[in-house]
């Protein structure tokens, strides 16, 4: 079932917000986040041109809410990655990075709009602390990862999280995700955990064997 059809099903049930955000994605993935008009998204949805602003100011509400929406189940995935791959910390580690590559692929509409919209994080007060709750996990991580290290030799562990989601986006946008993702001759997957290793080890949070 496409997007459409299930925005189209979902607002004849009266759920004009959820169709609207269905209708959204799909344009995101069409057409790009900045791409299309609320008037399409309507159209899409099956509703008038003025029926989407019983619900958003306009197109750029429409998407801070679709980016909201991402990160709160962005933040879900990761969170449930960090706890299936404890009590090691390092492969908590690990399986954060591959959930974040498997929401990547997985929620083309929301990762776009998350991260290639243009919408800030702090928008909307809501749509920073969904943000925060997602950033939250890595931090946890890089926390539980420096435990070893003397307290006065302990890297920030909000800057091990901003290099790892760095490192993380980049893999998921040079070979994650469609047209030029399949290059090479690793996975996104060996090539995000060995850029994990390697940058861990020179930070000293690894063994360097």
């Known amino acids: 079932m496409s997007s459409e059809t299930r925005a189209r099903r979902g607002y004849h049930h009266g759920n004009l917000r959820e169709a609207l955000i269905e209708a959204t994605l799909a344009l995101i993935v069409e057409k790009g986040p900045q791409g ?13 041109p003025a ?3 019983r619900h958003f100011k306009g197109r750029e509400d429409l998407l801070e809410e679709v980016a909201r929406q991402g990160y709160e189940m962005f933040a879900e995935v990761l969170e449930t990655a960090y706890a299936d791959g404890l009590p090691s ?5 690990e399986s954060v990075g591959r959930a974040y590559l ?3 692929r997985s929620n083309p509409g929301h990762y776009i709009a998350m991260f290639e919209s243009g919408i800030s994080v702090h928008a909307t007060p809501a749509l920073n602390m969904a943000a925060n709750r997602a950033k939250s ?3 946890r ?4 990862m420096a435990r070893h290290i003397p307290e006065d030799r302990r890297p920030p562990a909000s800057m091990v999280a901003d290099h790892i989601w760095a490192l993380s986006h980049g ?6 995700r469609g047209g030029d993702g399949n290059r090479g001759p690793f996975s996104a997957e ?6 994990t290793g390697i940058y861990l080890r020179g930070l000293g949070l690894l063994p360097s064997d």
């Open 137 to 139: 996990v890595l931090i």
């Open 36 to 48: 299309f008009t609320l008037a399409e998204a309507a159209r899409q949805a099956g509703v008038s």
């Open 141 to 144: 991580a890089a926390e539980t």
């Open 102 to 104: 498997s929401f990547a």
């Open 89 to 93: 910390s390092l492969q908590a580690f």
């Open 190 to 195: 060996q090539l995000l955990e060995s850029g």
């Open 51 to 53: 029926a989407p602003y």
């Open 171 to 176: 893999v998921v946008e040079l070979f994650a």
